[in-house]
């Protein structure tokens, strides 16, 4: 079993940045792809940004794109999501996820393990 804890959201303004993290509590975080996902209210969990175990292949949502990054530390059991330009639309309860496969997939149902969320509020 792995457990997911998120970190570093908080109220910051247009144009401001954050950097979130995902510390994971367990066995075999290494292989695993780690994504981030968030939610506004009134709509569905939506993908931001994966990046597979190693590494070297990441995945973004078209609306986050050049903004954010993804990012992880292996030997810290840690993922991250620097957010930069922050936009009033990017307001959500931001969730790390985690699945026992080498590749980052988007469908939420997909993933195995999940963080309890932590929210980001941007003002204009």
């Known amino acids: 079993q792995v457990q997911l804890v998120e970190s570093g959201g908080g109220l910051v303004q247009a144009g401001d940045s954050l950097r979130l993290s995902c510390t994971a509590f367990?066995?075999?975080?290494?292989?695993?792809?780690m994504s981030w996902f968030r939610q506004a209210p009134g709509e569905e969990r939506k993908f931001v940004a994966g990046i597979n175990w190693n590494g070297d292949t990441t995945f973004y949502a078209e609306d986050v794109k050049g903004r954010f990054a993804i990012s992880r530390d292996n030997a810290k059991n840690t993922a991250f999501l620097q957010m930069n330009s922050l936009k009033t639309e990017d307001t959500a309860v931001y969730y790390c996820a985690g699945l026992r496969r080498t590749v980052v997939v988007r469908g939420a149902d997909e993933y195995d393990y999940w963080g309890q969320g932590t929210q980001v509020t941007v003002s204009s």
């Open positions: 367990g066995r075999s975080f290494s292989s695993y792809t």
